[in-house]
């Protein structure tokens, strides 16, 4: 895609699945990556494969190191480091609290750093690795589907407050996706997401698409837009739905 040819871009948590997936799909596509990663060790080799450059650590404190690595700007920021963090009503406060840091406040925290600069300049690109459990809710993991409509509301109010301003907004919404985080979810992962997982190359393929044609939901799982529409048009039906695969999932040994 021509748009991204030298676009300086900054992809977190790219030491594997789909973050690795992105910065490839970018560093073929001609931009000048960084990639992010707690794990310095596995983003090195992907840094040294597609020739990007490395800036470790924490996504949150990222930003100000890797747009000094990329001269100065920083064109599209992909916020994809995120956690599974499983688990009900119970799951410990630290569990939610760190899904709520990486999940939600990394992309305040990275939008507060970007915009000044891209609203100067009336450009700039943000793409949330969101869930379609941001949509619609996943089983056996409240943490995560709280903190992922979280991501989706932030990507979606930041697109509807900067549009007119240059800014564009893309939150990918996959299901399944076979990377080592769906091979951690458990057996609610194997009932739900892995009957219908797909690669994380067809995840940058549909942001590629999305790009292309301006849009601000990516869903690599098309049929996640019906389910989507299926839950607005009528709620009760849709949980009640949902009840279902929770009691099979309970009559499986959760
Ligand atoms: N795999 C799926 O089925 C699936 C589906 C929907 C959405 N997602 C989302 O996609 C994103 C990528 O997940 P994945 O499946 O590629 O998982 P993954 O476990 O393969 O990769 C996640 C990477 O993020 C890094 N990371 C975690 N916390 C970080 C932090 N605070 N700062 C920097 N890096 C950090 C990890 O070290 C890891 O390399 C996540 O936001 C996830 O919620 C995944």
Redesign the pocket.
Known sequence: MSTVRGAGVVV????????AALARRFAAEGARVVV????AD?VKGLADEIGGIVVA????G?VDAARDALGGTVDVYCA?????AGGDAFADEDVWAAAWD??VM?HVRAARALLPDWLERGSGRFVS?????GLLTMIGAAP?SVT?HGAVAFAEWLSLTYRHRGIKVHA???????????TA?GTAGDLV?APT?IE?EAVADALFDAMERDRFLVLPHPEVAGYYQARAKDPDRWIGGMNHLQRTWEANGT
């Open positions: 977190t948590g790219a030491g594997g699945g789909i973050g992010n990663d707690l794990d596995r650590g924490d996504a949150s990222s994809n480091a995120g956690l599974a990486v999940n990394a690795t969101a869930s379609a459990a995560y992922k990918i919404c996959p299901q399944g996706v076979r990377t080592d985080m769906l979810a997401l997982a994380p």
